[in-house]
């Protein structure tokens, strides 16, 4: 492969897959092991050395990025695919007592359920969970399961960023750490790990967030519209990240979390640049890629498993016994031209295994992006829906964006006629942010859509374009959208206070 | 059901819908169309400032054969005359057939044509001679990275003799999502934190160079020509199989497929990307040898064809492996450029360039493993 800063000493064998490990082969690292599992392109790993690497890498990346604070709450995302469910294996051992340098934060686990999404009935999702809770209780840590119906009585004050907590910096990690300790220390000369182990036990044994039933029908019925009238697979999945994003940092916020930890693999984050790329969100792909993400301000999402290829998860899972639970997805049994999603993920994995370092290569490259607008320019208005700084910049009209909203045929207007018969493309794609001259045809888009959509960045509007009526989307977006276009005019602009607390309580819930 | 209305002028029957809107057109009101909105990225981008003497590169497939056809038309109310220059590479059964097209063009719309070749500039080195040279060496030739580098090398020699001030190509956005995919997929951040803009302003004595065709979609193209009746060579290169670009080209038809636009949403991710600053490259300086814009102490032109005089073709190919070592601090101011050569100082195909290095170079080469 033509990849820049590759080696082109000797050929690499085209031909059958390197031996596996017979009896003759050893551990490379320990020399001494049976060889189990070959990680890359041939190193040959026994089961502890494999298991040593595994959850070194795991802390490694945790301790590099010191971000996680001693006795923060973290919010472990758990979907009950192997990826979270390792993660979250993971952080069970790394609490226990036999840690030689024990985990140090307080998790809680939490689990969206998205049947109503992907168009299961609630017998089976009744049944799925069943199994959840199962698993759940088994893990010791005070757990919450929510509905995705839950969208539909959240606050807008989702949609805002809370004053930005100053990050952690070398100094103040350091003696965040050592503070802790000697706290330890000072309470009586007990183990800390009785103290956590108080903390851990008594929310489980009240069973915190167990929805009774069912999720009030209206929701559930709300939710099918919704993602039945999205045209498109990608628009589908794209929105149901965006609203499982949403409810995430709403139910971290609602119980004190200050961190959550999704558990993205090193492979789904380099398919997930590449769709993000395709997608038109390159402006962001560092908060979409990175090991941190604080877009949010208060709420810090974090990828500690960002560095384990799914292979090694999958390894990892069978040799040790993770439990985890398949759930269908919104993309399940989909063929493989439906979404932008499945497409990259389908071109990835045939090309890692006609060049086996492609995956590595893209990581690598995600490494280096940063987070900051292009220009340098200072931040500006929020996206609605991904709170990204907005990417759009209607002054410049030699961009891609530009392009696709200028139009030059239109030399009369035509009569609403012509409009109705031509192909079904609601013209707020045409003249996005043009709200006077939209359209003739009032069918098609109306004020408040455009509303909507003025406020979204490239990627989002691209989205919306696949929804057809954007009065189906959860009432508080509709509300924060409402709220934002009746910003206060330029002049007294200057005389608030950025973030105030005011703003946020004079919208009410 | 009668054929819809243009919805522009509503007079003729409309005979297209374009691809990006849907919007039926005439192929009058298309074209006319297509003409505004690439003087939109001129006027907009201020590529071409009126009294410019603009360099067309002409290889006569439709991309070239659109661009010079549209500017031609735009040519007075933008103020600039044009000029064709055409490369030949050397690529026999294809090259010759496409320089055929372009003579054809260059008569028809009566525009000066200036053919230049690899065999004179680079000192008898065509793309069948580099691509022999590299045959032998590793699983894939890599022989598209030379010709790419040589060619623009080409493309600023032809536009200095005819006495041009900017140079224009006619790279589409289909074009420019299949690089940044390729980028990506290969790791070139460098190449990543360079592009996205409408073209490079010309730093360190290079001609300014730019692409107005880059927000046109690659379909809208084909539709102009085939409305303008215009006369291309179509053929691909008869060494496209093995570009890596062909997996990239691949997965953009299979995008569109799943979402019209994306081509363009691929063109605004690059516009967007923000990399870090330690992996954007040096600011250029220039070339030791030949005084062109370079980021190291040679350029990539002169470091390919040292690698190729050398018997070792890969041997610039890839970070920090060309003939000068990995890329250190900044080169040593450079000495009082040259008058730009038509023949290659150190042309001669054989070990002659090893003095031109030195010592200390041959040193580091000699540890460059292939």
């Not at chain 1, 410049?396 to 909203?405: E, K, L, R, V, W």
């Amino acid at each position: 492969m033509c990849q820049v800063g590759e080696d082109y000493g000797d050929p690499v064998p085209e031909g059958p897959p390197p031996p596996r490990p017979g009896r003759e082969l050893r551990c490379v690292k320990c020399k001494d092991g049976l060889p189990v599992v070959v990680i890359r392109a041939g190193d040959a790993f026994c089961r502890d050395c494999f298991r040593a690497f595994y959850v070194h890498k795991f802390r490694a990346v945790l301790g590099k990025n010191r971000l996680i604070f001693p006795g923060e709450k973290v919010l472990l995302a758990w979907s009950g695919g192997p990826s979270s469910s390792s993660m979250v294996w993971q952080v069970l051992e790394g609490l226990s007592r036999d840690s030689a340098k024990r985990l140090r934060f307080v998790p809680g686990v939490v689990y969206v359920d998205e049947g109503a999404a992907c168009g299961q009935s609630w017998e089976n999702r009744a049944k799925t969970l069943a199994e959840v809770k199962l698993i759940l209780r088994s893990f010791g840590f005070p757990w919450h399961i929510v509905a995705l119906e839950e969208v539909f009585t959240l606050p807008p004050s989702v949609l805002r960023c809370s004053a930005q907590e100053p990050l952690g910096t070398e100094g103040t990690y350091k003696v965040a750490v050592d503070s802790f300790l000697q706290q330890q220390h000072t309470v009586g000369g007990s183990p800390s790990p009785t103290q956590q182990e108080e903390q851990l036990s008594q929310p489980c044994t009240q069973d915190p967030e167990d929805p009774a039933g069912p999720p009030p029908a209206a929701h559930i019925e709300a939710l099918s519209r919704l993602f039945d009238s999205v045209k498109t697979l990608t628009a589908k999945e794209e929105l149901l990240q965006t609203l499982r994003g949403h409810l995430l940092l709403h139910v971290a916020r609602t119980h004190g979390y200050s961190k959550v930890m999704t558990g993205d693999s090193c492979t789904r984050l380099a398919i997930k640049l590449m769709t993000s790329l395709a997608l038109g969100r390159g402006a962001f792909l560092a908060w979409d890629t990175g090991f941190s993400d604080e877009r949010h301000g208060d709420v810090v999402v974090v990828r500690p498993m960002r560095e384990h290829t799914l292979k090694e998860v999958a390894f990892y899972n069978r040799l040790f016994a993770v439990p985890s639970i398949f759930t269908p997805a919104i993309d399940t049994k989909a063929p493989e031209k439906a979404s932008i999603h499945r497409l990259m993920e389908g071109f990835l994995l045939r090309l890692q295994a006609q060049f086996p370092s492609t995956v590595s290569t893209v990581y690598r490259t995600s490494e280096k992006l940063v987070k900051a607008p292009r220009d340098g320019c200072a931040a500006g208005p929020r996206c609605l829906l991904c709170m990204c700084s907005l990417d759009v910049d209607t002054a410049d009209s030699a961009t891609a964006f530009g392009a696709q909203t200028q139009d030059f045929s239109q030399t009369q207007p035509p009569t609403p006629l012509a409009e109705a018969g031509a192909a079904p493309m609601p013209c707020c794609s045409a003249e996005v942010g043009r709200a006077q001259k939209c359209c003739q045809s009032t069918l098609l888009c109306r004020r408040e859509d455009s509303q909507v959509i003025e406020q979204l960045c490239y990627g989002c509007r691209v989205n919306m374009k696949d929804v057809p009526s954007l009065d189906s989307l959860p009432p508080y977006i509709l509300a924060e959208a409402q709220f934002r276009s009746q910003r206060p005019s330029q002049d007294i602009q200057e005389y608030l206070v950025e973030n105030s607390d005011e703003e946020v309580h004079t919208t009410g819930s | 059901m009668p054929a819809p209305q243009c919805s522009s002028c509503h007079a003729a029957r409309a005979a297209l819908r374009r691809p990006r809107s849907g919007q039926a057109l005439c192929g009058a009101c298309f074209c006319t169309a297509f003409e505004a909105e690439v003087l939109h990225t001129v006027q907009a981008g201020r590529l071409l400032p009126p009294g410019a003497v603009v360099a067309v590169g002409a290889s006569g497939g439709k991309d070239s054969t659109v661009l010079a056809h549209v500017l031609r038309e735009l040519a007075p109310r933008l103020g600039v005359s044009l000029r064709l220059v055409a490369v030949d590479e050397g690529i026999g059964g294809y090259r010759d057939a496409a320089l055929a097209a372009v003579r054809r063009q260059a008569a028809l719309w009566d525009l000066p044509l200036t053919v230049v070749a690899y065999a004179d500039l680079f000192g008898g080195w065509t793309m069948d001679a580099v691509a022999r040279s590299t045959a032998g060496s590793g699983r894939s030739r890599a022989c598209c990275t030379f010709c790419g580098v040589l060619r623009r090398r080409a493309l600023e020699e032809g536009a200095r003799l005819v006495g041009a001030t900017h140079i224009v190509t006619g790279h589409n956005a289909d074009d420019m999502a299949e690089t940044v995919l390729m980028n990506f997929l290969r790791g070139d951040a460098g190449r990543l934190a360079r592009g996205g803009g409408l073209g490079s302003r010309g730093e360190g004595g290079a001609l300014p160079r730019c692409r107005p065709l880059q927000l046109a979609s690659q379909k809208e193209v084909v539709l102009y020509a085939h409305f303008r009746r215009l006369d291309y060579f179509s053929e691909e290169c008869v060494y496209a199989p093995e570009a890596f670009r062909g997996h990239a080209r691949h997965l953009l038809k299979l995008l569109e497929a799943a979402r019209p636009s994306a081509a363009l949403d691929l063109v605004h991710s690059a516009e967007r990307l923000a990399l870090a600053p330690a992996a954007r490259p040096p600011p250029p300086g220039a070339c030791s040898r030949c005084g062109a814009l370079a980021s190291r102490a040679l350029c990539q032109a002169c470091a390919l064809l040292d690698g190729l005089q050398r018997g070792r073709p890969r041997l610039a190919i890839g970070k920090g492996r060309d003939a000068d070592g990995p890329p250190g601090p900044p080169p040593p101011p450079p000495p009082p450029p040259p008058p730009p050569p038509p023949r290659d100082p150190g042309s001669a195909p054989g070990p002659a360039a090893a003095g031109e290095c030195g010592a200390a170079c041959e040193g580091r080469c000699a540890q460059a493993s292939l």
